[in-house]
């Protein structure tokens, strides 16, 4: 079935280790997507990727970094900088049009200890 | 970028029916309103969508104002299994933002049995 996976699901770090959360999507879409949600709030934008070989900042950027060298895929790395990493990320993809539903993976939840 | 506003929470009882408001004053007229609900520790998960007509699809109703202001999403028939934050989100592919989408707090329907 056509989906969207971020693994692991639970994540656990030392602090000052950079971390990679994977997000792969099989839905052949253009846009994809990195949000962090911390308790009891929204979803934040962290970067998002309209195509292969481009990413833009979201709106909370610092201290994370992304690559797009494949459609499928859409990485996502929290570095030693960024100074609150315990939350729950979220991955989406989304065919790039504003009338078409966008899909989310069940999230990676990262503690950092 | 244009923003919603929702009330923080709402309660229902199972089987009635549930409208969920959303007020959005300072649409443009390329906006689209897309609703998603989230489960605890999940990821969004897509409801419905609009831009100017009322909208049906098998998990509910949307509503939208004549005046494109305000809209409602209808839960026709709550179950315990609707309860979750239910986001109102407007995406416009001119805007500054890119068509991502944006994320407020939303509101958390309670079921009660």
């Known amino acids: 079935d056509g989906g969207i996976t971020q693994s692991p699901k639970y994540l656990f770090r030392k602090e000052g280790q950079n971390v990679t959360l994977s997000c792969e999507q099989n839905?052949?879409?253009?846009?994809m997507y990195w949000y962090r949600q911390d308790p009891g709030q929204g979803l934040r934008l962290i970067y998002y990727?309209?195509?292969?070989?481009?990413?833009q900042k979201g709106d909370i950027a610092e201290g994370y970094s992304v690559s797009r060298e494949k459609k499928e895929s859409f990485p996502l790395t929290v570095t030693s900088a960024q100074k609150n990493p315990t939350a729950f990320y979220l991955c989406?993809?989304?065919?790039?049009?504003?009338?078409?539903?966008?899909?989310f993976g069940q999230g990676t939840r990262l503690t950092v200890v | 970028d244009a923003k919603t506003t929702q009330p923080n929470s709402m309660e229902s009882n199972e089987e009635e029916p549930v409208h969920l408001p959303c007020n959005h004053s300072t649409i443009s007229g390329t906006d689209y309103i897309h609703w998603y609900r989230q489960l605890p520790s999940q990821g969004p998960e897509y409801v419905i969508h609009g831009l100017t007509s009322n909208v049906n699809n098998r998990m509910a109703s949307l509503a939208i104002a004549e005046d494109r202001k305000s809209s409602t999403l209808i839960l026709h028939r709550a179950t315990l299994r609707d309860a979750a934050v239910y986001y109102c989100?407007?995406?416009?592919?001119?805007?500054?933002?890119?068509?991502?989408?944006?994320f407020g707090k939303g509101t958390k329907l309670s079921v009660k049995p």
């Open positions: 989406a993809s989304n065919p790039g049009s504003v009338s078409t539903e966008a899909f």
């Open positions: 989100i407007l995406r416009d592919v001119y805007g500054g933002s890119q068509g991502n989408l944006i």
């Open positions: 990727s309209q195509i292969v070989n481009d990413f």
């Open positions: 839905l052949n879409h253009d846009a």
